[in-house]
């Protein structure tokens, strides 16, 4: 009798729910962390720093492990030239104004690509020297903070860009772009 009534718990206990309750709490129990990548450290990076293809777009994105800044040079090739590296305060490259950026921490990005036609001198983006970027809405980032346009000379686009900290970072070149990502944390968990 006792079986029956062990078997009959059983099944109204499984209906109810119960039994996949305890079944569903296990994955969770046994989530790992996402790892992130490390190794990318925070000094200065950079190559042939002038260019004749001009800067299209400035734009951003959210990942698991890093934020991410991408510049579209159409046309640009995949060895676009650049520098990157962080200051203590970002000074235009052009005319030596301090330009106050937002954050922990600033890196100094220059970009071998102009913000206007090299020809015709006509602007192609549409950046204000001490202003942020245009479209760039940094709202909901984990480690972008600011980021402010700092003018275009000689064939290179200047931005600060302002960070929660001083955290390591790597610059990618593909083809037309020139992509700058900056890690969540030096831990290489998330």
Not at 1 to 19: D, E, F, P, Q, S
Not at 42 to 52: F, I, Q
Not at 111 to 139: F, I, K, M, N, Q
Not at 181 to 189: L, P, Q
């Amino acid at each position: 009798m006792r079986r029956i009534w062990a078997a009959m718990a059983a099944l109204v206990l499984a209906g109810t729910g119960w039994g996949a309750a305890t079944a569903d709490a296990a994955p969770a129990a046994t989530a790992r962390a996402t790892a992130c990548p490390t190794g990318w450290g925070s000094g200065d990076k950079g190559g042939d720093a002038t260019g004749a293809v001009p800067l299209k777009d400035i734009r951003t994105g959210r990942h698991t492990c890093y934020d991410r800044m991408v510049f579209d040079v159409p046309g640009g090739g995949s060895s676009l030239g650049y520098r990157v590296g962080y200051v203590a305060r970002l000074h235009s490259g052009a005319s030596g104004r301090y330009i106050p950026v937002g954050g922990g921490a600033v890196l100094d990005v220059r970009v071998g690509a102009p913000s206007y036609d090299p020809e015709t001198g006509a602007p192609t983006y549409p950046g204000r020297v001490g202003r942020t970027l245009p479209g760039v809405h940094l709202a909901g980032y984990r480690t972008f903070r600011d980021a402010r346009y700092a003018g275009s000379f000689e064939g290179e686009t200047q931005i600060g860009l302002g960070v929660r900290a001083r955290l390591p970072f790597r610059v990618v070149q593909l083809p037309g772009r020139l992509v700058i990502d900056v890690a969540h944390t030096w831990t290489g968990s998330r």
